[in-house]
């Protein structure tokens, strides 16, 4: 009954924006911090962005900061994902992750979270 279902892909020129959103559906929202993750083919699972269940915190990998904002909605049960000055090397599939009390730290550096999303590819061309 818990679902993640993210939006918001495609394929986007270099230079330029889209923004995710992951619905989250089936447990109390607020009680779980929030992460996006990506992984290009071949390549391990990287941690992008996460913000924390009291939405007191956010932490970003260093290749997207400043680029990438994440924010959150929690009468709406939604995380975004604000994606600008987009690269060639952010060309990847988009993962939504949830975990139960987690900060925006924590979803940096856990193997494993309660829940993930199906998935959303972003294609960045130059």
């Known amino acids: 009954q818990v679902q993640l279902v993210e939006s918001g892909g495609g394929l986007v020129q270099a230079g330029g924006s889209l923004r995710l959103s992951c619905a989250l559906s089936g447990l109390t929202f607020s009680s779980y911090g929030m992460g996006w993750f990506r992984q290009a083919p071949g390549k391990e699972r990287e941690f992008v962005a996460g913000i924390g269940w009291n939405d007191k915190s956010t932490y970003y990998t260093d290749s997207v900061k400043g680029r990438f904002t994440i924010s959150r909605d929690n009468p709406q049960n939604t995380v975004y994902l604000q994606m600008n000055s987009l690269k060639p090397e952010d060309t990847a599939v988009y993962y939504c992750?949830?975990?139960?009390?987690?900060?925006?730290?924590?979803?940096?550096?856990?193997?494993?979270?309660?829940?993930w999303g199906q998935g959303t590819q972003v294609t960045v061309s130059s």
């Open positions: 992750a949830a975990e139960y009390l987690s900060t925006a730290h924590e979803m940096s550096v856990r193997r494993s979270v309660n829940y």
